[in-house]
């Protein structure tokens, strides 16, 4: 019996991997690769030019910017879904903390196209995140309703999105494919770390000290050329 309970137990662990790779996955429809987040204003006006400077880049966010209030707000909606209550208040509050328009509609369109593919596994969650729902609140209760360790979820969402930024940047013409490689080997420590730290934060811990990344974000709006929708 407790052979097989363990069996159970592995199993279960093996699967949600399996779900978070693929919720998480380039190859998940949820449009991802049309949006940049604000750094292509930031190449565009000179703030990121090399592979250092997209490195930096994604260091600051990670430890004080969006990807971090992402996160929380990803640990927030797990702790929130796995206690069974109303995820009403933290989607409002995470939609209301776009800095910029074009970071609203980037949040809320991922968001709602993750639960829509998501709902190919089907839970009652997914009918409690109807309308503009956030990205990061999206990942944070689907994962907790199939069972997936916040931290482990929290790990795999920054790290997908720092994948993301390093391809805005390959596709920018800033770095080649090797630096992009070696800059998410060099991510490994820093996400593992502040996922670790992430899931013991909660809303009082919000804030974002990255106001040239928010306001770069705001001017892509009219910037005159554009690849990217943010």
């Known amino acids: ?72 707000l990803l640990a927030e909606a797990h702790r929130v879904q796995g206690e069974g209550q109303s995820l009403e208040e933290i989607i409002s509050l995470a939609t209301a903390l776009a800095s910029s328009a074009e970071r609203h509609a980037e949040t809320t369109r991922l968001g709602e196209a993750f639960v829509k593919a998501a709902a190919a596994w089907p839970h009652p969650v997914i009918d409690a995140l109807v309308g503009p729902v956030p990205y990061g609140v999206a990942v944070g209760a689907v994962a907790a309703a199939h069972g997936v360790d916040r931290t482990d979820a929290i790990a795999a969402f920054l790290h997908a999105q720092i994948s993301q930024h390093v391809s805005v940047a390959i596709r920018l013409g800033v770095i080649g494919q090797t630096r992009g490689v070696s800059i998410l080997a060099a991510s490994e420590a820093p996400i593992l770390d502040a996922a670790s730290s992430y899931a013991r934060l909660d809303l009082d811990d919000l804030g974002s000290a990255t106001i040239i990344a928010d306001t770069l974000s705001m001017r892509h709006e009219v910037q005159y050329s554009r690849l990217f929708q943010s």
């Open 1 to 72: 019996m407790a052979m097989a309970e363990t069996r159970a137990e592995d199993r279960s662990g093996r699967q949600g991997l399996l779900r978070l790779m693929a919720w998480l996955s380039p190859a998940f429809p949820v449009g991802g690769f049309s949006y940049s987040a604000g750094m292509e204003s930031a190449v565009v006006e000179g703030h990121v030019g090399d592979g250092d400077g997209v490195e930096a880049w994604l260091g600051v966010l990670l430890a004080h910017g969006g990807l971090r209030n992402d996160a929380i």
